[in-house]
Nanobody, 116 residues
Framework: VQLVESGGGLVQPGGSLRLSCAAS????????IGWFRQAPGTGREGVVC?????????YYADSVKGRFTISRDNAKNTVYLQMNRLKAEDTATYFC?????????WGQGTQVIVSS
């Protein structure tokens, strides 16, 4: 069972990035999926949480609402986080999480740096 994030990097303020979270060993379909981030010296915070397809409810943190969008490609067993209009305060390591019943899976994270 594995979640692997990718797509992080250095981007200028106002720019965009798309993070990917590829799952193996289980299906993202039917799992609640979340993206979290952790900036240096701070705790991990939730960015977005998307219910399983049977639920479909999605919650965004106020700080990213209107700028970030979560999506899934069940055929590729991958979850995405489209991040637009990035700000310096979005700089962090981003983690994806899949949870259902007794399952609670985390990826290793991908770093996003927003700087000019």
């Amino acid at each position: 069972v594995q979640l692997v994030e990718s797509g992080g990097g250095l981007v200028q303020p106002g720019g965009s990035l798309r993070l990917s979270c590829a799952a193996s060993g289980f299906s993202v379909d039917g799992h609640n999926i979340g993206w979290f981030r952790q900036a240096p010296g701070t705790g991990r915070e939730g960015v977005v949480c998307s219910g399983s397809n049977s639920d479909g409810t999605t919650y965004y943190a106020d700080s990213v609402k209107g700028r970030f969008t979560i999506s899934r490609d069940n055929a590729k067993n991958t979850v995405y986080l489209q991040m637009n209009r990035l700000k310096a305060e979005d700089t962090a390591t981003y983690f994806c999480n899949a949870k259902r019943s007794g399952n609670d899976y985390w990826g290793q994270g991908t770093q996003v740096i927003v700087s000019s």
